[in-house]
């Protein structure tokens, strides 16, 4: 029988007429095309296999991942029918090679215990071996004697007898010990009686006398791979065949150790990697508070760039995964294909704790709280941004991460064989922004090539390398690298501290520097300082407090936080500067500027000034030691420490032309050779330490002699600031300039900000932190007049909410609905009831436009609330929201739309002030002549809809007729209305026109592009006749002649065509 192309999944194959061995024959000529034929033989039993073919194919297989997959699906089949429930009678002993004869038996004894208490369950897929075809046999034993628990009896296994009774089957092969046996489930039947002639035969493979061998006809028999090297032939038992002896008893089995999971290099090297992620650093660095991570996706950023940001979600719509690490790592699960690599990147701002986050996955994995991986591989990008280098797959995994690691090949040929239970970790992804491009480089399949860096992560990320790993990256949200972060399979994203695990930090820090009786002062200390606590969602700036809040308690009760970032960190490092060797602060910035214009912050033994500057600068801990990098290399300790020092070289630099200073602020950056902004703190810290008082700012930093230089600086920058316009900027710019006055300190510069806000302040689209929100409510509070504010797509947490539209110089404000009700909920928990009683008087949603399902539904939900309050006694009346909409857009799609739009008109009524319903949409939303149906039936309450948009929504003669007979009910109020591109014909149109002259407020009707002929449009013209009031009748459509159209315009000058 000759086999075509295989389709279908392993059950469709399993019930086809194709005979086994030839599927086995099929796959080697679909592996080895252009090799030599191979002769098929219908008989089995006499059928023989190429070893010399066998052996070449085994040797490619080791290195190349596409033929051993194509042999995986072999061995993925041959496991489909050994764990069928339906075949487990018959496969357990077809496919017998999967546990090794002996190990049945063996086993048998505690099955027989466990047979009746339960139902055997069939195992999950990380349960089973996955390289089932390389498992190494056991030899078979003499003692065949032995019972297996099957859901439908016992299954006996005993000797062959000369005749057959019924039920039993016979498999015979050489090499097994015996000449055949013989399978039977149920009760055994008496010897005497007789089976049928037809029983099934199965036989093996010839097998080799010398080496155990597989009975399956899917696998050929260990001798015949002559070339396969032990490791590969050893499965995870660890089997040898001095243990599994056929003198032992099973008896003997139970009694003796538990088998080793792992060969003894491969246990000592997962020994090794466990003790290295269980220990934790000393000091602040061993903190570990678990942050949040939230769902996200990739948006470009607009206009014709490229480049691709997070895309800022409401905070009802955030979905955090509160299934912590598992969740996270089980994220594409669903959306993963068998053997194929997850790529999951969790995304955050420098600072907050991505780092710290992937340690605590690896301290995870230490302690036993991952299982469905065998190892875990964290490797720092920081380390593998060495250009010119070339690496092999196992010099990734074992010699650059942390700390290297001794893996043998024998480990390597198993990481190669398991690698759905590899977790590879690269950490600060964003370091190989200079590799970008990978994506679209050549990879290999070939683990033991050398190759650059560009090649190897070409390999992993286009799944040819490792296939069937789960990838983790962490990485800034930002830059060229985001584009191949689209492509990964889960996006998560880092949210900070929350105001609790801030004070758990806190506690915890004091803790581990053994000043626990300073934990509530320093928390009294954070408190009275509203803005440092906004920041304190960075772990890196709640860390900087914490060292600040430690050296200022030692010093005596009198202790203050600064106000600003700028005199936090001249708090830190004010002291150790005066201290310094000479120049050793000023070298360290112009190194901290220099590499942040290239995007680096690791620093080499040779780029210091000196080496009095490094045991300085090592000593205060502004750098510190690199994770898996050579000992002479070091890091700064934070990135915004490097922002500091960076804007520390601007302010006292006589290389920097006054004129290119403002560029480095990025509120106006230019068209040609624009300024990156790596660096993003560098702009709000230039400012503080420019205008800040000298004596307390760059004075206490690099002395009153060498600061005088920031004078003619700080002249520059005022004139640049003060020319600018806050009301002509973009939304994100105009918060780094609040940013920027704030950080100043100069009564002058924020007074001038101040005024040039403008009175309608529109956020939409731009994430506002915690940080944003105190600057901005401060700002507004201090204008000293009303403003309105629009925060939809913000991300704003309920807490800045509440602070800003709880302003009273706030009158209006938008947000998202959900956060909304969200807010009022917690005000009324709290028992704020004027606060919610006037941020619902504030709260607007005009105009509002409904996108999306979630936008009908809020809206309901708002209605909803206005029904409940309004029934209440104690708080009558309407929302304001709800009472004062007076336009309303409908925008679903030919999909969600005629969903949605039976829920939008259960709460038309309830805006009695509507004047503008628009459900005309780019996409059609065709509400058809249902939807005009059950509008029509709200005229009544719309007393004041001026225009009515009804166009591209598949309406009928059937649905003109409908809104013919309800239109009167408008008569007073509807000014405009359009059924532009729906399918009227000229019942449709002879509607209409019989109402038109009752219509005495209407003066713009549009039925374009419909489907009525010239009977309808004379009916149309004839009744405009008796229609003064109408000012315009469009009227073109393709079914009417030209000349018809050109007749009725010259009859009224009212009708337009086109």
């Known amino acids: 029988m000759e086999l075509g192309p295989l389709e279908g999944g392993y059950l469709e194959l399993l019930n086809s007429n194709a005979d086994p061995l030839q599927l086995y024959h099929l796959y080697d000529r679909m592996d080895l095309a252009g090799e030599e034929e191979i002769e098929l033989c219908s008989e089995p039993d006499t059928d023989t296999i190429n070893c010399e073919q066998f052996s070449r194919l085994l040797c490619d297989m080791e290195g190349d991942e596409e033929t051993r997959e194509a042999y995986a699906n072999i061995a993925e089949l041959d496991q489909y029918v050994f764990q069928d429930s339906q075949l487990e009678?018959?496969?357990?002993?077809?496919?017998?090679?999967?546990?090794?004869?002996?190990?049945?038996?063996?086993?048998?004894?505690?099955?027989l215990e466990e047979a009746g208490q339960k139902s055997q369950k069939r195992p999950f897929p990380e349960e089973l071996p996955v390289d089932l075809k390389h498992r190494k046999l056991a030899p078979p034993s003499s003692s065949l004697l032995s019972c297996l628990?099957?859901?439908?009896?016992?299954?006996?296994?005993i000797p062959t007898l000369s005749t057959l009774p019924q039920g039993l089957w016979q498999i015979s092969g050489a090499g097994t010990g015996v000449s055949s046996i013989l399978i039977y489930q149920g009760e055994v039947p008496q010897a005497s009686q007789t089976p049928p002639s037809s029983n099934p035969a199965v036989h093996s493979l010839p097998k080799s006398p010398d080496r155990p061998g597989s009975t399956s006809p899917f696998a050929p028999s260990a001798a015949d791979l002559p070339s396969m090297p032990e490791p590969a032939l050893t499965s995870r038992a660890n089997l040898t065949v001095d243990e599994m002896s056929p003198t032992q008893c099973p008896a003997a089995h139970k009694a003796s150790s538990k088998l080793p999971k792992w060969p003894e290099s491969v246990e000592q090297f997962y020994c090794s990697?466990?003790?290295?992620?269980?220990?934790?650093?000393?000091?602040?660095?061993?903190?570990?508070?678990?942050?949040?991570?939230?769902?996200?996706?990739?948006?470009?950023?607009?206009?014709?760039?490229?480049?691709?940001e997070l895309t800022t979600l409401d905070w009802a719509e955030r979905q955090p995964a509160r299934g912590g690490l598992g969740e996270v790592l089980r994220a594409s699960s669903n959306h993963r294909r068998p053997r194929e690599t997850r790529v999951i990147a969790v995304l955050g701002k420098a600072g907050q704790g991505k780092s710290h986050w992937v340690q605590a996955v690896s301290w995870a994995w230490a302690c036993g709280q991952l299982p469905q991986y065998d190892f875990i591989f964290c490797i720092p990008c920081h380390c593998l941004d060495r250009p010119g280098d070339t690496y092999r797959l196992q010099d990734l995994l074992f010699s650059l991460g942390s700390q290297p690691l001794s893996g043998d090949d024998e480990v390597f040929s198993y990481i190669l064989r398991r690698p759905d239970r590899i977790l590879l970790i690269l950490d600060a992804f964003e370091e190989l922004e200079a590799?970008?491009?990978?994506?679209?480089?050549?990879?290999?399949?070939?683990?033991?090539e050398f190759r650059s860096l560009r090649g190897l992560l070409a390999s992993l990320f286009q799944r040819k390398l490792l296939r069937g790993c789960t990838l983790l990256l962490t990485a800034r949200p930002r830059g060229r690298l985001a584009q191949s972060l689209s492509k990964a399979d889960a996006l998560f994203e880092v949210a900070g501290f929350s105001a609790q695990q801030a004070e758990t930090y806190v506690m915890r820090y004091f803790e581990c520097s053994g000043a626990t009786e300073h934990q509530k002062r320093a928390l009294a200390l954070l408190q009275s300082q509203p803005f440092l606590l906004s920041h304190s969602h960075s772990p890196t700036v709640c860390r900087a407090v914490c060292q600040l809040s430690e050296a200022l308690l030692e010093l005596g009760d009198e202790a203050?936080?600064?106000?600003?970032?700028?005199?936090?960190?001249?708090?830190?490092?004010?002291?150790?500067?005066?201290?310094?060797?000479?120049?050793?602060?000023?070298?360290?910035?112009?190194?901290?500027?220099?590499?942040?214009?290239?995007?680096?912050?690791?620093?080499?033994?040779?780029?210091?000034?000196?080496?009095?500057?490094?045991?300085?600068?090592?000593?205060?801990?502004?750098?510190?030691?690199?994770?898996?990098?050579?000992e002479t290399e070091l890091a700064f300790s934070s990135f915004l420490l490097q922002c500091f020092l960076g804007a520390v070289w601007l302010a006292l630099s006589s290389e920097i032309k006054d004129k290119e200073l403002p560029q480095y602020l990025a509120l106006t950056p230019r068209k040609k050779r624009p300024y990156d902004n790596w660096l993003e703190g560098v702009p709000r810290f230039l400012v503080g330490l420019v205008f800040q008082p000298r004596a307390r700012c760059l004075g206490a930093l690099a002395g009153l002699a060498a600061s005088t230089s920031a004078d003619r600086k700080q002249k520059v920058l005022t004139r640049y600031l003060k020319r600018l316009q806050p009301g002509t900027l973009k939304t994100g710019r105009l918060l780094e300039l609040l940013h920027c006055a704030h950080e100043a300190l100069d009564a002058g510069l924020w007074q001038h900000v101040l005024q040039g806000l403008p009175a309608h302040l529109s956020f939409l689209g731009t994430r506002l932190t915690p940080p944003d929100t105190h600057v901005l409510g401060s700002a507004l509070e201090a204008a000293g007049r009303d403003f309105s504010?629009?925060?939809?797509?913000?991300?704003?947490?309920?807490?800045?909410?509440?602070?800003?539209?709880?302003?009273?110089?706030?009158?209006?404000?938008?947000?998202a609905l959900s956060d909304t009700v969200e807010l009022w909920e917690s005000l009324q928990q709290h028992g704020e009831a004027k606060l919610l009683r006037a941020v619902k008087e504030k709260f607007t949603i005009e105009p509002f436009k409904a996108e999306s399902m979630k936008d009908v539904e809020d809206l309901g939900n708002l209605v909803q609330i206005q029904?409940?309050?309004?029934?209440?006694?104690?708080?009558?009346?309407?929302?304001?929201?709800?009472?004062?909409?007076?336009?309303?857009?409908?925008?679903?799609?030919?999909?969600?739309?005629?969903?949605?739009f039976p829920k939008l008109v259960k709460i038309l009524e309830a805006f009695s002030s509507l004047q503008h319903l628009d459900l005309d949409s780019l996409s059609e939303n065709k509400i058809g002549d249902e939807g005009v149906a059950q509008l029509s039936a709200t005229f009544p309450q719309l007393k004041a809809l001026e225009?009515?948009?009804?166009?591209?929504?598949?309406?009928?003669?059937?649905?003109?007729?409908?809104?013919?007979?309800?239109?009167?009910?408008?008569?007073?109020?509807?000014?405009?209305?359009?059924?532009?591109?729906?399918?009227?014909?000229?019942?449709?149109?002879?509607?209409?026109?019989?109402?038109?002259?009752?219509?005495?407020?209407?003066?713009?009707?549009?039925?374009?592009?419909?489907?009525?002929?010239?009977?309808?449009?004379?009916?149309?013209?004839?009744?405009?006749?008796?229609?003064?009031?109408?000012?315009?009748?469009?009227m073109w459509t393709p079914t009417i002649p030209f000349g018809v159209q050109e007749h009725l315009q010259q009859l009224d000058s009212r009708i337009i065509l086109r």
């Open 89 to 111: 009678g018959l496969s357990k002993d077809i496919f017998i090679e999967h546990i090794g004869l002996e190990e049945m038996i063996s086993e048998s004894v505690e099955v």
């Open 149 to 157: 628990s099957l859901p439908a009896g016992p299954i006996q296994i």
């Open 273 to 308: 990697l466990r003790n290295k992620y269980q220990a934790k650093p000393a000091g602040p660095e061993g903190i570990l508070v678990e942050v949040d991570l939230v769902r996200v996706r990739l948006e470009r950023s607009g206009g014709k760039s490229q480049d691709r």
């Open 435 to 448: 590799q970008d491009g990978f994506l679209h480089s050549a990879g290999g399949p070939m683990s033991a």
């Open 560 to 630: 203050q936080l600064p106000s600003t970032l700028t005199g936090l960190y001249v708090g830190l490092l004010g002291p150790g500067a005066r201290d310094s060797p000479p120049g050793a602060l000023v070298g360290l910035a112009r190194l901290a500027w220099e590499l942040g214009r290239g995007h680096q912050s690791s620093l080499r033994e040779g780029q210091f000034p000196s080496a009095e500057v490094r045991a300085w600068a090592v000593a205060q801990g502004l750098v510190q030691p690199t994770p898996g990098a050579p």
């Open 789 to 815: 504010l629009d925060l939809r797509s913000t991300g704003v947490e309920p807490s800045g909410l509440g602070s800003l539209v709880g302003l009273s110089c706030v009158t209006h404000f938008r947000a």
């Open 867 to 900: 029904r409940t309050r309004s029934s209440s006694e104690d708080t009558p009346g309407e929302l304001p929201a709800v009472r004062d909409l007076k336009k309303l857009e409908f925008a679903l799609g030919p999909i969600l739309g005629p969903q949605a």
């Open 947 to 1034: 225009t009515l948009n009804l166009s591209q929504n598949n309406i009928t003669d059937l649905g003109a007729c409908k809104l013919a007979e309800a239109l009167p009910l408008l008569a007073a109020s509807l000014l405009r209305l359009s059924l532009y591109n729906n399918c009227i014909c000229d019942v449709g149109a002879e509607s209409l026109a019989h109402v038109l002259p009752d219509m005495v407020s209407l003066r713009v009707l549009d039925v374009q592009y419909n489907k009525f002929t010239a009977a309808g449009a004379q009916q149309l013209t004839a009744s405009l006749r008796k229609c003064p009031h109408v000012e315009k009748l469009a």
